[in-house]
Nanobody
Framework: QVQLVESGGGLVQLGGSLRLSCAAS????????MGWYRQAPGKQRELVAR???????NYADSVADRFTISRDNGKNTVYLQMNSLKLEDTAVYYC???????????????WGQGTLVTVSS
């Protein structure tokens, strides 16, 4: 069985930085795309950033000049470096993986449990 485990969330001041990590556990053969979504209170979950296995990235317009997504395929881990954080970045951030192939399992998509990021003034 494969799980996505996020870390790195917490409380940060306005304008500060945080780095989120998401590691896929299990006997994994390959993962296609990995990405980050977020859901703020009272709002729908939205895509923040996505990265393909070859490194091609795409970002939500609201974060494109402040956030950077990267991945380490050898560690089956995706990162989200968040700089110049704004109050509106406060949300639960969820990791997602598409097309995961592992020993005995194949997943079209997997979600992490979420990690809370709170930006304070």
């Amino acid at each position: 069985q494969v799980q996505l485990v996020e870390s790195g969330g917490g409380l940060v001041q306005l304008g500060g930085s945080l780095r989120l990590s998401c590691a896929a556990s299990g006997r994994i053969f390959s993962i296609n795309d990995m990405g980050w979504y977020r859901q703020a209170p009272g709002k729908q979950r939205e895509l923040v950033a996505r990265i393909g296995s070859g490194g091609i990235t795409n970002y939500a317009d609201s974060v494109a000049d402040r956030f950077t997504i990267s991945r380490d395929n050898g560690k089956n881990t995706v990162y989200l470096q968040m700089n110049s954080l704004k109050l509106e970045d406060t949300a639960v951030y969820y990791c997602k993986a598409w097309e995961v192939r592992a020993a005995g399992y194949r997943y079209l998509e997997l979600w992490g449990q979420g990690t809370l990021v709170t930006v304070s003034s």
